[in-house]
């Protein structure tokens, strides 16, 4: 139903910037909401960023709150990360993820989203 590719990921000094994209096929305008999650080196996969679809409404996890910016281009499916004031701890694998049912854009949670790009390394040096 939904199929999403990353990219734009890279390797970055602290400080820097970088702009991931994510391109969506299928039913993407039918998605309640998209997000993007990250998963550092031994650790678990957590949420970064939402948008709503049809509003374009967003939320932010604290930790990128003010750095991050998630945005869309619908008549491009695309989903946009810009990623500002980039430290060492944002180092990670970034994923795009979507959302049919509506349960992912209240929870924010991986296991409530169920359809997921295969992610794009972003590593901070500092």
């Known amino acids: 139903q939904l199929q999403l590719v990353e990219s734009g990921g890279g390797s970055v000094q602290a400080g820097g910037s970088l702009r991931l994209s994510c391109a969506a096929s299928g039913y993407y305008w039918s998605t309640i909401c998209m997000a993007w999650f990250r998963q550092a080196p031994g650790k678990e996969r957590e949420w970064v960023a939402g948008i709503y679809t049809e509003d374009g409404r967003t939320h932010y996890a604290d930790s990128v709150k003010g750095r991050f910016t998630i945005s869309q281009h619908l008549a491009q499916n695309q989903v946009y990360l810009q990623m500002d004031s980039l430290e060492s701890e944002d180092t990670g694998v970034y994923y795009c993820?979507?959302?049919?049912?509506?349960?992912?854009?209240?929870?924010?949670?991986?296991?409530?989203?169920?359809?997921w790009g295969q992610g794009t390394q972003v590593t901070v040096s500092s």
């Open positions: 993820a979507g959302d049919f049912s509506g349960m992912g854009c209240r929870t924010w949670t991986t296991e409530t989203f169920g359809y």
